[in-house]
Nanobody
């Protein structure tokens, strides 16, 4: 029932920017905390960012703080991730995910299929 579809990934040069989108359906989107997570080639899952249901508060991993910005448009059931000053280590599959129970710090219960971001010279 719950569906999350990411888009916007691609090949970017170091220092470049990219905007990811996640279209949500099948649930009351505006009441849920949403996240972006990523998995680099050969590495584990890394949590990237989080935004509360109304979009007023956000949190970021130290590795992306100051470079990435998460936002949401509840009228369009969409979460965004604007990535600036991209680095080689940002190369990963990026997933959007819903927080279980719509509470900060809870695990994520639904994930999208992901979109690949490749940072290469």
């Amino acid at each position: 029932q719950v569906q999350l579809v990411e888009s916007g990934g691609g090949l970017v040069h170091p220092g470049g920017s990219l905007r990811l989108s996640c279209a949500a359906s099948g649930f009351h989107f505006s009441t849920y905390v949403m996240n972006w997570v990523r998995q680099a080639p050969g590495k584990g899952i890394e949590w990237v960012s989080e935004i509360n249901s109304g979009g007023e508060t956000t949190e970021y991993a130290d590795s992306v703080k100051g470079r990435f910005t998460i936002s949401r448009d509840n009228a369009k059931n969409t979460v965004f991730l604007v990535m600036n000053n991209l680095k080689f280590e940002d190369t990963a599959v990026y997933y959007c995910a819903r927080t279980l129970g719509s509470a900060w710090g809870n695990p994520m219960d639904y994930w999208g299929k992901g979109t690949l971001v490749t940072v290469s010279a």
